[in-house]
């Protein structure tokens, strides 16, 4: 089993940049694929970033491709995004997600964290 927790998030301004933290617990979690997914009102869940569980490999939505900045920690459980560059169509929940295999499908992954809100003000 995989717990997550994410951190991070609040208010900024569009321009601004956030740094989100994901912090797992559990003995397999560098045997784990690390994503992060984003959830706006009426909107589905939307794939954003995710690492490999070496961290050796990664890739990225279109949508905050060269503004995000997906990455892990091993050594402290955590695995981060980056985001430089915010506009408003950043806005939504975020959330860390955990799969054995590294993919930008959502319903793959086994385990999810509770989500940290993230609201860009143009």
């Known amino acids: 089993q995989v717990q997550l927790v994410e951190s991070g998030g609040g208010l900024v301004q569009a321009g601004d940049s956030l740094r989100l933290s994901c912090a797992a617990s559990?003995?397999?979690?560098?045997?784990?694929?690390m994503a992060w997914f984003r959830q706006s009102p009426g909107k589905e869940r939307e794939f954003v970033a995710v690492v490999s569980g070496t961290g050796s490999g990664t890739r990225y939505a279109d949508s905050v491709k060269g503004r995000f900045t997906i990455s892990r920690d091993n050594a402290k459980n955590t695995v981060y995004l980056q985001m430089n560059s915010l506009n408003p169509e950043d806005t939504a929940v975020y959330y860390c997600?955990?799969?054995?295999?590294?993919?930008?499908?959502?319903?793959?992954?086994?385990?999810w964290g509770q989500g940290t809100q993230v609201t860009v003000s143009s």
């Open positions: 997600a955990a799969n054995r295999f590294m993919t930008t499908t959502g319903r793959t992954y086994d385990y």
């Open positions: 559990g003995r397999t979690f560098t045997n784990y694929a």
